[in-house]
């Protein structure tokens, strides 16, 4: 298939090597007091060196909690109440205050949705930037400040020796975006996490992030893990995508595969409900219903009551997560039956 | 009685103008400079906007943040007094009109907000929150006629009819909006402004409240401004399309010219800066990506707004402000290169 051109960066899938990350049988759980929110239920998946995975799903389909989880980052109420996560072979979930610090910012580095609220207001960009590189590469004041502006040319900042002092409300959005990948950068990651990372951008600025961060991964062979909820913003930057739905993963495939033809009627039905710029529609299609609450899951398929394929299987047993021939996983009882009739 | 409804939007052009607002323009005070503090500073926020929509027709209005979308669609609504400019309603110019008059002409223009988690009080039920408007008009009879007409007006938006009774938080961000819209449709408008209604809303249920936007419109021959900044769903809903640019419209057109046919170099970058959910065509798409940055508002640099990040930017675009055009029919442009 055509996939592999579209993976011009994937390594050589001949060396065989260990996964770079692990997502194991992951469970993730909120204790408030209307109840335990289910917000990631059994995900497993791994991300290759070299590749970019795009995380899809809607508002509480638990991609950012399940993101939050690869840094340690998952906070009360909510814990990991099952399964691991592993960076190299090693867990970053059991006894992994010593490895999170090692890796945390320095191995792995995360930018998130709001670039207004992830600045610290009262330090200039350059000691932000400093922060990480005095913390983990143990520079001087002097040599980071200078690294600094370096990344933030890197990041495609003009004039970056004079912006190392400004403070972070004399930049715009998507300057300050771009400082936060400078940031994330300062370490040399092997695996950037994007969670959302032109949401809240205007969608010229989200070009020029979404090019920033296709160059940056083809010039220093970074992995990322793209999460969003915008299909659009996959498509153009992904590899592979993996569907999740209320806490589940529902469909994991090559980024051409699932576009062209989704297996998960959830992941039809969400491409269906994406109005095209290039296409022009009668009227949009929509997914009737709502999710299921997260407190009490039914305990068959979560899609299963808006789902026009349902039959009393789906509503009664979860499918579990198969693996097909052409190596996309599904978790459908009906999987492959959308559109077909 | 209202006109019959236009699905294509030349014959809706040819109609009188439901809305007209001529030259249009909004500046905001934001402190004050020199010796003693003598000059006040504004914000440029609208700059003679001009546009007219039709009875039944949808003018979809898209800029990016700082553009004054928002801004003009209050102003339409006489919730913003313009600093220069006409806004005329079924043909009168309302710019001016006060007291008793405005609220009666509130009646008839009303406005659908973008998010529907801060625009419901949490601690009115739906009853109370979408007959507020029948009692402050003097509209319901009595409480029992309060409640049928919100039953009837939840009907039609599609909620269930043990909604009345429930509060805001016992509701999806679809179905808040929906309540959202009910509110807006209570007073039985002529015109509504959708600011944003869809943007904060999951994709699939997106297309549910665009579909209800579009059938209410069919049924009750509603006129739509329809302010949004993603250009995929405005794509769906309008007849019409305008694209701001900090604060000066660029562009406006029947809605297949704007996507075809665009004329502005802005609109080029605008459409093909969207991502589209297709990767072999996303990899292969030719995209103009805007480099500089959205000049500041405060002090606007002469000329055209564009020009610090125009591809196709020359001498006269920093000096000379360029008017709005007919380049092709019903095709208006702001562009000295085209």
Redesign the interface.
């Known amino acids: 298939m055509n996939s592999v051109n579209a993976a011009p960066s994937l390594a050589n899938p001949a060396e065989k090597e260990a996964p770079l990350l692990e997502v194991d049988h992951l469970e993730v759980q909120f204790f408030t007091r209307r109840g335990t929110v289910q917000a990631v239920r059994q995900v497993s998946f791994s991300i290759e060196r070299g590749e970019t995975l795009g995380v899809v799903g809607e508002s509480g389909s638990g991609k950012s909690v399940m993101a939050q989880t690869l840094l340690g980052l998952t906070e009360l109420p909510g814990r990991i109440t099952g399964g691991d996560v592993r960076w190299k072979g090693e867990s970053l979930v059991h006894d992994a205050s010593a490895t999170l610090a090692r890796v945390r910012g320095n191995e792995i580095a995360m930018i998130f949705q709001d670039p207004m609220t992830s600045l610290n207001p009262v330090f200039t960009i350059g000691t932000q930037i400093s922060e990480v590189l005095r913390r983990h590469l143990g520079h001087t004041r002097k040599q980071a400040l200078v690294r600094a502006a370096e990344l933030l040319d890197l990041v495609g900042i003009a004039n970056a020796a004079a912006r190392v002092k400004q403070y972070p409300h004399e930049l715009s959005g998507g300057m300050r975006q771009r400082v936060l990948i400078a940031m994330a950068l300062a370490c040399e990651p092997e695996l950037l996490v994007a969670d959302e990372p032109t949401t809240a951008l205007d969608v010229t600025i989200q070009a020029q992030i979404l090019d920033l961060i296709g160059d940056l991964q083809r010039e220093l062979s970074l992995t990322v893990l793209l999460i969003t909820h915008d299909l659009g913003v996959v498509a153009g930057l992904c590899n592979r995508v993996a569907v999740m739905y209320s806490g589940k993963l529902v469909e994991l495939a090559s980024a051409d595969d699932l576009y062209a033809n989704p297996a998960h009627p959830y992941s039809a039905g969400l491409l269906r409900s994406t109005p095209r710029l290039d296409v022009v529609m009668p009227r949009l299609v929509s997914i009737e219903g709502t999710p299921p609450d997260m407190i009490s899951p039914p305990p068959g398929c979560p899609f299963a009551a808006r789902c026009d394929l349902a039959v009393t299987e789906c509503l009664e047993e979860m499918p579990g997560l198969h693996t097909y021939p052409d190596g996309r996983k599904v978790a459908c009882w009906r999987a492959f039956e959308v559109g077909r009739g | 009685m209202a006109e019959p409804l236009a699905t294509e939007p030349k014959s809706v052009h040819t109609t009188a103008p439901h809305v007209e607002v001529r030259g249009l323009s909004i500046r905001f005070p934001v402190g004050r400079s020199g010796f003693w503090g003598g000059t006040t500073r504004y914000v440029h926020a609208v700059d003679e906007v001009s546009f007219s929509i039709g009875r039944g027709e949808t003018l979809g209005l898209v800029g990016?943040?700082g553009s004054g979308k928002t801004t003009i669609g209050r102003a339409v609504l006489r919730r913003i007094e313009p600093s220069a400019g006409t806004i005329s309603f079924r043909g009168d110019d309302i710019t001016t009109t006060k007291g008793k008059q405005l609220r009666e002409l509130r009646r008839h223009m009303q406005l659908v907000f973008q998010d529907p988690y801060a625009s419901l009080n949490p601690r009115k039920t739906v009853l109370e929150l979408v007959a507020e408007p029948l009692i402050v008009h003097g509209l319901a009879l009595n409480p029992k006629d309060a409640r049928e007409q919100v039953a009837d007006l939840l009907h039609r938006c599609g909620l269930p009819a043990d909604t009345v009774d429930r509060y805001p938080h016992a509701f999806?961000?679809?179905?808040r909006q929906r309540i959202g819209i009910a509110r807006a449709l209570a007073l039985r408008p002529e015109f509504i402004v959708a600011d944003e209604p869809v943007s904060a809303l999951?994709?699939?249920?997106?297309?549910?409240v665009?579909?209800l936007l579009?059938d209410l419109q069919q049924e009750l021959a509603l006129t739509y401004l329809f302010i949004a900044?993603d250009?995929?769903?405005v794509?769906?809903i309008s007849h019409r399309i305008a694209i701001l640019y900090a604060g000066r419209m660029v562009e406006i057109a029947p809605t297949?010219a704007v996507?075809d046919n665009p004329m502005h170099p802005y609109t080029e970058?605008?459409?093909?800066?969207?991502?589209?959910?297709?990767?072999?065509?996303?990899?292969e798409?030719r995209?103009i990506?805007?480099?500089g940055?959205?000049p500041n508002p405060v002090d606007p640099p002469p000329g055209c707004r564009f020009q610090t990040r125009c591809p196709l930017v020359h001498d006269r675009c920093h000096g000379e402000t360029p008017k709005l055009e007919e380049k092709q029919p019903d095709h208006l442009v702001a562009c000295f290169a085209r």
Do not use: F
């Open positions: 990016e943040s999806s961000g679809g179905q999951d994709v699939s249920v997106r297309a549910q665009v579909n579009q900044h250009l995929s769903v794509r769906h297949h996507y970058a605008l459409l093909s800066s969207v991502p589209i959910p297709d990767p072999p065509l996303q990899r798409r995209r990506v805007l480099t940055e959205i």
